[in-house]
């Protein structure tokens, strides 16, 4: 198995495309990574796109949740979204509704993420279509 991770920046938003198994091992090591890179460098605003992900275990899901958690902390959020509804009970029982918020697009995602920039009137939707992918 394997996991690709693809990252997009967009200002002070972060996207990572995840592809394959997030699984025990390589994956789940290069997942971490992925993220710890992320936070030291003070991007502390990320989206996680689960649309490609074909698998997902507990050593997966808890990598996820201990990000977040140290993200919150350090007053960022990490969102997750996935096109495909199905691709979220990859983890049958995990209930992830209940530890993070998961959205069906990134638009969503990133209007979940920036309350506090839609407050002050940005079109968070607007910023993002404006945005081109990398």
């Given at each position: 198995m394997s996991l690709t991770i693809t990252q997009r920046d967009q200002d002070v938003i972060t996207v990572l495309d995840l592809k394959g198994a997030l699984v025990f091992g390589e994956e789940d090591a290069d997942f971490r990574s992925a993220l710890d890179a992320l936070f030291w460098a003070g991007k502390t605003r990320v989206l996680l796109n689960l649309t490609d992900l074909s698998q997902l275990d507990t050593a997966g899901l808890d990598t996820l949740l201990a990000s977040l958690a140290q993200y919150r902390?350090?007053?960022?959020?990490?969102?997750?979204?996935?096109?495909?509804?199905?691709?979220?009970?990859?983890?049958?029982?995990?209930?992830?509704?209940?530890?993070?918020?998961?959205?069906?697009?990134?638009?969503?995602?990133?209007?979940?993420?920036?309350?506090?920039?839609?407050?002050?009137?940005?079109d968070v939707l607007e910023y993002v279509k404006t945005h081109p992918q990398a």
């Open positions: 902390t350090a007053g960022g959020n990490i969102a997750v979204y996935s096109s495909k509804p199905s691709g979220l009970g990859l983890l049958p029982g995990a209930r992830l509704e209940t530890s993070l918020q998961i959205f069906p697009s990134e638009e969503t995602a990133a209007s979940g993420l920036f309350p506090d920039l839609a407050a002050k009137g940005l």
